[in-house]
């Protein structure tokens, strides 16, 4: 007798401490998680409503039992490397009470190999893909372990609702909500153009506007993150969605105020700066990752070599910005004060949050393949967002750590981090009252948590110092350099070594 899969248990697991969890000052909003997960309601939203009975649990905020694995027929995950202890943990449970799971997302696609206890691992998008015949597979045991998924699909011509009714929105801070895939630029080290595609896609105005309109119907006024790998990659559709969130907005009396991620060259817009203020977006992110102009080449970060990048940030400033980056240690063209220029990079600037790691040189990136052919690579990139890079550097690994833990100090001391949250606060002096409360309470929990982290990061990297492993990592460069017959590193092909210490600052 065919068999049919009908409760669908959706499991989003837990990250570690880390820079994005803000695990350290959530008592300040009295929530239990910053930001609502989005893909597996996503997911869920491709299925027929009524067909399936799915259930959510977002190990972040809440608790899962052995009751609640035995009620599915099937268990579905998806994340990313922060969550990978957590994915192996609940595998390893579901596999104990004999359940099948289905995982995806950016770690199944990308790290599938290292994930030996799933059931099936679903790799690529879910839009355009045949769901409910996959579902049908796995529950007559016709499914193979690896599936492939659909590859960049139009989001526009298969819109999707998210299953916003299965999540509890008083445990989090922010909503989330997706309008575009992809970006167009080029950078070496970056994993989201393999993933999604250099031709940015986007939803419809009409699409985007029917789900702010679905998360205020269900009861939810406050910040709403707009996880877009880049907000701007698109010029031309930007200019048809955002007038109708300014729409969307008057009329509903402004319940919402957004967060989103983009290019620094969003500066050199000051018409799309002007629409986004109005309508009500008071935070992005946006990649810097270094003051050093031949570095930025190295990594073919072309946008940002073509301004100021201190101006950049001021002009974004300016239009009721508060501004976060991302900043990266061990390119070959970093020079050796390359901690002083990006900590006096941030002060100057004001910018609370900098998210700054090692480079990382990630699965099928354009870094990884150049590594490889150099004979580089150590390995594939670890899991945790802020190891050791996982291949020969120019820089001496103990100097590429003293540069990192310099950052750190530089940064995220609590004089630092008090000026710079005096500069972010007065952007919105002027601002409506309920945009000043959400930014400025932003922006002190954010500062609260980046000091304490920062501070457990500091002890981690001198756990790492002093062990066998880390000294390991350090004789393999100096085996590679002395190779070298010539002063400095010449990369050529050589065989691959794996010495990269796991978990090293999480």
């Known amino acids: 007798m065919k068999k049919s899969i009908k409760r669908i248990l959706l499991v989003w697991p837990e990250f570690e401490i880390s820079f994005w969890g803000m695990q350290y000052s959530l008592h300040q909003v009295n929530k239990k998680a910053v930001m609502a997960p989005l893909a597996l309601i996503t997911v869920a939203g491709t299925l027929p409503r009524g067909k399936y009975d799915f259930r959510h649990i977002d190990l972040n905020s809440q608790t899962i039992t052995e009751a609640d694995i035995e009620w599915a027929d099937l268990v579905m995950l998806s994340g990313w490397g922060p969550q990978y202890r957590s994915i192996l943990r609940l595998s390893l449970k579901c596999r104990k009470l004999k359940k099948k799971i289905l995982i995806g997302g950016p770690l199944a696609s990308e790290y599938h190999q290292i994930l030996r206890n799933v059931d099936h691992i679903f790799v690529g998008e879910a839009e355009g893909f045949d769901l409910e015949n996959l579902l049908d597979e796995i529950a007559n045991d016709n499914a193979p372990h690896l599936i492939q998924g659909s590859k960049q699909p ?3 011509s298969n819109p999707v609702m998210p299953r916003y009714d299965l999540l509890d929105f008083s445990l989090y801070w922010q909503v989330t909500v997706q309008y575009a895939r992809g970006c167009p630029f080029t950078c070496e080290f970056c994993d989201i153009i393999e993933l999604y595609g250099r031709i940015q896609r986007t939803k419809t105005a009409e699409a985007m506007v029917s789900e702010l309109e679905a998360v205020l119907n269900l009861g939810f006024r406050g910040p709403v ?4 790998d880049n907000f701007y990659g698109n010029r031309k559709n930007i200019k048809n969605i955002l007038p109708a969130i300014v729409d969307f907005q ?3 009396d402004y319940p919402f105020y957004f967060y989103t991620e983009a ?4 500066a050199q817009n000051p018409d799309m700066l002007k629409l986004m203020k109005q309508a009500g977006f008071y ?9 050093n102009k031949a570095s930025l080449k190295e990594t073919r970060k ?4 073509k301004l100021d990048l201190v101006e950049a940030i001021e002009i974004c400033q300016s239009y009721e910005f508060f501004m976060q980056a991302g900043f990266i240690i061990g390119f070959d063209s970093d020079p050796d004060n390359i901690a002083d220029l990006i900590v006096d990079y941030v002060n100057t600037t004001g910018i609370t949050v900098a998210m700054t790691g090692m480079l990382l040189a990630l699965p099928e990136t354009q870094l990884e393949r150049r590594l490889n052919s150099e004979g580089r690579m150590m390995g594939t990139a670890g899991i945790d967002q802020f190891g050791l890079p996982n291949f020969i ?3 001496h690994p103990e100097n590429l750590v003293e540069q990192f833990q310099k950052v750190l100090l530089g940064c995220f001391s609590k004089e630092s981090l008090n000026r710079r949250l005096n500069k972010q606060q007065s952007i919105f002096s002027r601002a409506h009252p309920t945009k000043r409360e959400i930014a400025c309470t932003e922006l002190e929990f954010n500062a609260e948590h980046l000091h304490l982290y920062s501070k457990k990061v500091l002890q981690d990297i ?3 110092k002093s062990s066998t492993k880390f000294d390991e990592y350090i004789q393999a460069h100096e085996s590679y350099w002395n190779s070298k017959s010539i002063d400095g590193l010449q990369p050529q092909a050589e065989q691959a070594v794996d010495v990269v210490p796991d978990g090293a600052f999480t």
Request: aromatic share 10%.
């Open 302 to 305: 072309v946008q940002n070599l």
């Open 154 to 156: 139009d989001i526009a």
């Open 225 to 228: 993150f707009f996880v877009d």
């Open 283 to 291: 935070c992005m992110f946006t990649g810097i990752e270094t003051p």
């Open 462 to 464: 001198d756990k790492l």
């Open 250 to 252: 008057k009329r509903r």
């Open 263 to 266: 290019s620094i060259n969003l």
């Open 393 to 395: 550097t120019t820089a």
